[in-house]
């Protein structure tokens, strides 16, 4: 049966749902391995009992948090060469598309980054320029390291009693990443925007004003998202951007207020299963991917549709 390695994806010792996400696109293939690198190991291990893991391994003999992706791709690349795995699934995320890249030269393998889907075959599909074209690829060379895009699927929950064992390795530091300083990421109340199942953006029609958004993203659960308009405007930390510059999401929902989506914006949301669209302009090129739209200002959209979810919570 084949097997499919599948790395654990954390912050701060809670296990993301990219994780289950990986884990259920690994069942496709065979049985799925679940690999830590982290110190949180004690913490994580417990957690993947929810998820479609057959086994976990733990790295054990390296401070992960202290050399960062180097180690990582090192202690993943020992793995492979261990267990000959058919293929690598990590989240792909910045850190994660790291990890792979450095772990496809050290296992001198082939790479596919931003994947969509994969079937059982390992043929990956990834929407590119922009969402206009969709692309079936496979490695053709080594094992195939593939990383792939949060919220392409839903995530099979149950229970599971994994086996796990303990992996020694070790690290040289010899292609170690230069870290100046480290520190937890700061989490906020909302969802983290790569993970959200729901996304409200606000764009360059919010004149700097993302209360409407932020007040209709915390009556839906959602997480809040920005424009590169926005962000180079200096309204919303660059941290939030989607985009081809910024972070790609594929939530089950996005809704757009203010954004006139542009081909840049629409290469990081386009892969959203449901689009909503609110903008005065009737010709905004965000209408051409939406699934609903809204032609109105978004100060006066935005709010009744906040007290609407409101009102039908309470």
């Given amino acids: ?40 190991s004690a913490a994580l291990l417990p957690q993947l009992s929810t998820m479609a893991i057959d086994k976990v391994i733990t790295c054990t003999g390296v401070d992960f948090e202290k050399h960062s992706t180097g180690a990582t791709a090192a202690a993943l690349a020992e793995v492979v060469n261990s267990i000959k795995p058919s293929a690598v699934l990590i989240a792909s995320t910045a850190r994660g598309k790291e990890i792979a890249g450095r772990l496809a030269v050290r296992c001198e393998s082939g790479i596919i980054t931003d994947a ?43 229970s599971s009693t994994p086996t796990h064992e303990d992996f020694p390795v070790s690290y040289d530091g010899a292609d170690k990443a230069v870290v100046s300083s480290l520190a937890p990421a700061v989490k906020g109340g909302r969802p983290e925007l790569t993970e959200a199942s729901i996304i409200v953006s606000g764009g360059k029609g919010t004149d700097g004003n993302f209360a409407p958004v932020e007040s209709l993203a915390d ?51 386009q892969t959203s299963k449901t689009i909503v669209a609110v903008n005065k302009d009737a010709d905004a090129p965000i209408f051409d991917v939406a699934d609903f739209g809204v032609i109105g200002d978004l100060f006066a959209v935005l709010p009744q549709v906040t007290e609407a979810v409101t009102a039908k919570k309470g």
């Fill in 1 to 40: 049966m084949s097997e499919v390695i599948i790395l654990v994806d954390s912050v701060a010792g809670k296990v993301s749902k990219a994780t289950a996400e990986l884990a259920t696109f690994g069942k496709k293939v065979g049985s799925v391995t679940a690999v830590i690198c982290s110190s949180d």
């Fill in 116 to 158: 969509i889907d994969l079937d059982a075959d390992l043929i990956t599909t990834q929407s590119v320029f922009g969402g206009s074209t969709t692309v079936h690829s496979s490695v053709t060379h080594g094992t195939p390291i593939i990383t792939i895009r949060g919220n392409s699927i839903e995530a099979i929950v149950g």
């Fill in 219 to 269: 009556a839906l659960g959602a997480a809040v998202g920005a424009s590169r308009a926005a962000t180079d405007a200096g309204w919303y930390p660059h941290s939030f951007q989607v985009g081809q510059t910024g972070k790609t999401v594929s939530p089950q929902l996005y809704i757009a207020a203010g954004i006139s989506g542009a081909i840049q914006h629409r290469a990081g949301m």
